[in-house]
């Protein structure tokens, strides 16, 4: 299973970004290999609307059943939810750090946005 973080990193141990549709990556993990892959999210860093919707398609097109991030807006969400991919939202302060919590099961699925559109 692929599991996205939003990223402003290339490495495993990059910050954890707090904002899902301007986070400026994706680090895509896969758990059977253990790899990972990133993924530029540029060119919705600095766009007038539609960043989350954008960077859900995005998530989704990569693969990824899961994604963590520090919050989730609700275009955001009903994109990644339609296409049957679960978010959580963490506070951890990497992406290493995310992973071995979602492994763990410490991080609960979000049952919908925990922010409003253009935040």
Request: with cysteine; glycine share 10%; hydrophobic share 40%.
């Amino acid at each position: 299973m692929k599991i996205a973080f939003s990223t402003s990193g290339n490495e495993i141990n990059a910050p954890l970004d707090s904002r899902f549709g301007r986070s400026p990556k994706f680090l895509v993990y896969d758990l059977d290999s253990e790899k990972f892959e990133i993924i530029d999210n540029q060119q919705n860093l600095n766009a007038a609307q539609g960043a989350g919707i954008q960077s859900a398609e995005t998530v989704v097109r990569s693969g990824a059943k899961a994604l963590v991030s520090g919050h989730c807006g609700p275009k955001a969400f009903r994109v990644l939810a339609a296409a049957g991919v679960k978010v959580y939202t963490s506070d951890a302060p990497t992406v290493d750090t995310a992973l071995e919590k979602f492994k763990a099961g410490e991080l609960k699925e979000a049952k919908g946005a925990d922010v409003q559109g253009h935040w």
